[in-house]
């Protein structure tokens, strides 16, 4: 199973709103409604944000929001603040039961 | 609140096996998956495989041949063996709780670095 595609980077000034898009194919999000996102500050583990392709966790700022559309996902990021800048990483399960992540995006805030 | 606790050694030879396991506090590790995730440096996410607590597992395939995972309920722990190693397996390994149906993590520790090295 290949990794999901994510841009390699996004930027965006505080208070603008940025979308980060995750490209898989009919055999993970075009088929499965489990794409979950997690955010990964430098030296941390990561933290999920997003699951079941639009929920999430409580605790996590409503800022965050995440979408669907045929084999494409993606994350929303609105009122961009310096504390988001960091890595943001797609998942979805497969069809065999299994779990793939995306190749990663770097979210700059300018 | 679940905590997680990886532990094993940080250097690995070349051909020997590679053991964490991973400790659950907090709550019963009953009900749930676990998986073990790996992130070598500078790089993304790699899923390795999940066990549930009744033992069943499901492996990545590129990892299938090598990785062996393991529950302990009685300790409440999980454990991972990764049989011949290479410098490509050098990362930091992530344990965590992946929710009903494995289909997201709500759950991490907070990673223990793995060498492989001479």
């Known amino acids: 199973q290949s990794a999901l595609t994510q841009p390699a980077s996004v930027s965006g000034s505080p208070g603008q709103s940025i979308t980060i898009s995750c490209t898989g194919s009919?055999?993970?999000?075009?088929?499965?409604?489990?794409v979950s996102w997690y955010q990964q500050h430098p030296g941390k583990a990561p933290k999920l944000i997003i699951y079941d392709v639009s929920r999430r966790p409580s605790g996590v700022s409503n800022r965050f929001s995440g979408s669907k559309s045929g084999n494409t996902a993606s994350l929303t990021i609105s009122g961009l603040q310096a504390e988001d800048e960091a890595d943001y990483y797609c998942s979805s399960s497969t069809g065999s039961s299994s779990l793939v992540f995306g190749s990663g995006t770097k979210v700059t805030v300018l | 609140q679940v905590h997680l606790q990886e532990s094993g050694p940080g250097l690995v030879k070349p051909s020997e096996t590679l053991s964490l396991t991973c400790t659950v506090s907090g709550d019963s590790i009953r009900g749930y998956f676990w998986s073990w995730i790996r992130q070598p440096a500078g790089k993304g996410l790699e899923w390795v495989g999940h066990i549930y607590f009744d033992g069943s597992t499901t492996y990545s395939p590129s990892l299938k041949s090598r990785a062996t995972l393991s529950v302990d309920t009685s300790q409440n722990q999980f454990s991972l063996n990764l049989r011949s190693v290479t410098a490509a397996d050098t990362a930091v390994y992530y344990c965590?709780?992946?929710?009903?149906?494995?289909?997201?993590?709500?759950?991490w520790g907070l990673g223990s670095p793995v060498t492989v090295t001479s």
């Open positions: 965590t709780r992946a929710a009903v149906g494995a289909t997201y993590l709500d759950y």
């Open positions: 009919t055999s993970d999000i075009g088929y499965w409604n489990y």
